[in-house]
C-alpha cells in the first residue's frame, strides 16, 4: 500500500469541497434569514406599541386619519406575523408540506369519495338487475 499524496485531486476532496462550499451557503442563507426574522420582531414591536398609541389617541379622538393609520399598522402586523410564522420553512420544506397536504387531504378524500360511490353504484347496479328479471 503506497500513501496518498495530498496534492493528488481525489474525488473524495472534491465531493467533501463541494459538500463543505454547500454547507457554508446554507449556513449564509441561515444567517440572513435570522437577522430578518430579528429585524422583522424590533419592528413588530414598535408596531405594536405605536398602535396602542393610536388606539389611546382615537379613543378620545376619533378622527378618520387616527383610524387609517391603525388600520395600516393592522395590516403591517399581519404581514409581520406572516413572515415570522414562516421564519424557520424554506421554500423547499413549505413545497414539501403542500404536496404532503394535497396527497393527505385529496388524494384520501377523493379516493374515498370513489370507494363510498362507486360501491353505491355497484350495490345499485345489481339492485336494478335483480328487479329487471
Request: glycine residues 6%; proline residues 3%.
Amino acid at each position: 500500500m503506497s500513501p496518498e499524496n495530498p496534492s493528488q485531486p481525489n474525488g473524495n476532496n472534491e465531493e467533501f469541497e463541494q459538500e463543505l462550499m454547500r454547507v457554508e451557503r446554507s449556513l449564509i442563507a441561515l444567517k440572513q434569514r435570522y437577522a430578518q426574522v430579528q429585524r422583522d420582531s424590533r419592528h413588530q414591536g414598535e408596531l405594536q406599541q405605536r398602535e396602542q398609541q393610536l388606539q389611546q389617541e382615537w379613543q378620545s379622538i376619533q378622527s378618520p386619519e387616527l383610524e387609517k393609520e391603525l388600520q395600516q399598522i393592522q395590516e403591517q402586523l399581519q404581514d409581520l406575523e406572516i413572515s415570522l410564522e414562516s421564519a424557520l420553512l424554506s421554500d423547499r420544506h413549505l413545497k414539501a408540506l403542500f404536496w404532503e397536504g394535497v396527497r393527505r387531504g385529496l388524494m384520501g378524500e377523493v379516493f374515498w369519495q370513489i370507494v363510498r360511490f362507486g360501491g353505491l353504484g355497484v350495490i345499485l347496479g345489481w339492485l336494478l338487475k335483480s328487479c329487471a328479471r
